[in-house]
């Protein structure tokens, strides 16, 4: 159906059907001139938001409107999630071009909808418009945090250990393979067959934020900075590094890489340590915690959030830079790739 | 400057230098992967999201970047002072094509930052990335409001008398004067001087949230329903009785114009009553109040707050609609006009 036939309103309505109904904090859902809802006693108020714009982030050959609306909300809770929150409301401003269709729309939401359950927040609020041209979703979200569960960027020490939850690079590897898939350049009888990469596929396409993990971490008191990898290890970890005015250096061996990027990245003519480094959005977390810390807290943390830890370096004084050690003990400076809006 | 050559890193660096220092609530500022704050005790959160997009909400041969930045802002200032509330954190999203320069993007911050100074909110975060074609600035802000004092569309009672501060219809009067000058439909030697439309310029180039009489509105605890006038006085006064239940009559000679509006109409060939029934984005304040309240309480809170406030109609039962009557007496259905996305 087109947006014409029911107009701004119309769809509005539709919308707000599909959110589910709210748990009691909400106290002024959607339709009115803001939401309003009840802060839990105690604890900081965490706000976070991102957009993702057709073309930059996301092409409507790629990735189905479903998927468009789960990425742009799973960014968000994985930025809250990084700081050691839980999500909380979230307010969804999209712009549609006329071509996009009410059931489109619709889809968007579903995605939206489907990771804020899974990860228990609600949408409450937005902006629906016109675009003349580009499909854009704006996305904020609000979190909670006890004060003394928050984790920044910050808080890195010399001599902490820097930690990863997963693997890394497979989103990337996943939305190359989509890539090609889209512009054919094989026939698509040459592509190999999706049990090789099903998997990156669906990294890429359906990333669940780390809430879990996050959670059990920040609680075993060790963990002293944090960060979602959405630019790539080496990006990410430069933001730690820099926000806390400090080194590091990571092993290229321990960095955890799942076997579906490592074919996709021989397939692709790539190296996996590049898709690891500069990918993003693996929506993994990347964090340092203290040199001291029981081996086994760690573990324990990663075994009840169902999820592999692994330690993959050292924080070290600023001035030694941030490098990385290679299998025969040579050690090179990071390079810091990954996505840079307007990089020139 | 070109944005390529500062990247997406060194451009929010930038943009971080033009926020002032942030009040005491702020425990995390932009540069994490969330903002932090300390919520008032007490209080409700109040959470509102308006995105505002080339070619729908502005063009750049009408607003500079400055009235840009100002116009989303108070566009979001103007939905929390309608709930009773007061402006709290801003997080911006903004989507920025090629041929943005990196001092344009700060004006836009320049004039989100004016409007937000006068306010008493700050921007804590959000996010900065490249857009293909269109320039796309999203905002979402969340204020704070005491619950006693929160007044949402849904509280208005027939017999309430309607009200609106300040004047109607000047912002859109002032848009239509400058697409005249921009399209050069005119020469521009034809033009009227700018003596006959500098405040409804002004109107539609810089509203002023009515922030501080919709404090003082909601302390006389006698306001029922409230809205700000963004999509025109029919279209909001309809919104207000359908999520109320009721209906409700307005006075058409009553309805507050100023002498410039009325001037703009006549020089563009339509009515004044049309541009403030259909005209949106005056943000000023409609709202009902009890019957029973004393005539002076409204006086003299529009008084503090410097602003005129009008009565303008009343609250009627559900099936009596909405009604406007005419100066000699007749009663004719109200026509909701107002932009509509999508509308067919």
């Not at 990735?63 to 960014?75: F, K, L, S, T």
């Not at 400090?246 to 092993?251: F, P, R």
């Amino acid at each position: 159906m087109e947006l014409s036939r029911i107009g701004e309103f119309g769809l509005i309505d539709r919308l707000q059907k599909l959110l589910p109904a709210f748990g009691q904090p909400v106290v002024v859902g959607p339709g009115d001139d803001a939401a309003a809802v009840r802060p839990a006693a105690g604890t900081l108020t965490l706000l976070t938001a991102d957009v993702l714009v057709e073309h930059v982030h996301f092409d409507r050959g790629i990735h189905d409107y479903e998927d468009i609306g789960w990425r742009a909300m799973a960014a968000n809770i994985s930025d809250i999630a990084a700081m050691g929150g839980r999500p909380g409301h979230a307010l969804v401003s999209i712009c549609l071009p006329d071509d996009v269709t009410v059931e489109q729309v619709e889809e968007i939401y579903r995605g939206m909808a489907g990771v804020a359950g899974e990860c228990g927040c609600d949408i409450i609020g937005g902006d629906t418009v016109a675009s003349p041209r580009d499909l854009v979703v704006s996305v904020a979200l609000t979190g909670e945090v006890a004060e003394e569960h928050m984790v920044t960027r910050k808080g890195a020490r010399v001599g902490d250990r820097i930690a990863v939850t997963g693997q890394l690079g497979g989103s990337q590897a996943g939305l190359a393979m989509l890539r090609l898939l889209h512009e054919k350049t094989l026939d698509t009888g040459a592509l190999p067959p999706a049990e090789r990469w099903d998997r990156i596929r669906r990294r890429h396409l359906r990333p669940h934020p780390r809430l879990r993990a996050a959670q059990e971490l920040v609680r075993t008191g060790c963990v002293h900075s944090m960060i979602d990898v959405s630019d790539g290890l080496a990006g990410d970890l430069k933001h730690i590094t820099d926000r806390s005015g400090v080194g590091a250096q990571i092993e290229r061996e321990k960095i955890p890489i799942d076997d579906q990027t490592r074919w996709a990245a021989e397939y692709l003519g790539t190296t996996a340590l590049a898709l690891a480094l500069s990918g993003g959005e693996d929506f993994e977390l990347l964090f340092t915690v203290a040199a001291d810390a029981a081996p086994g807290v760690l573990d324990q943390a990663a075994r009840k959030a169902g999820l592999n830890v692994t330690l993959i370096g050292r924080v070290q004084p600023r001035k030694q830079g941030l490098t990385i050690l290679g299998p025969s003990g040579e050690e090179k400076p990071l390079i810091i790739g990954g996505f840079n809006h307007f990089s020139g």
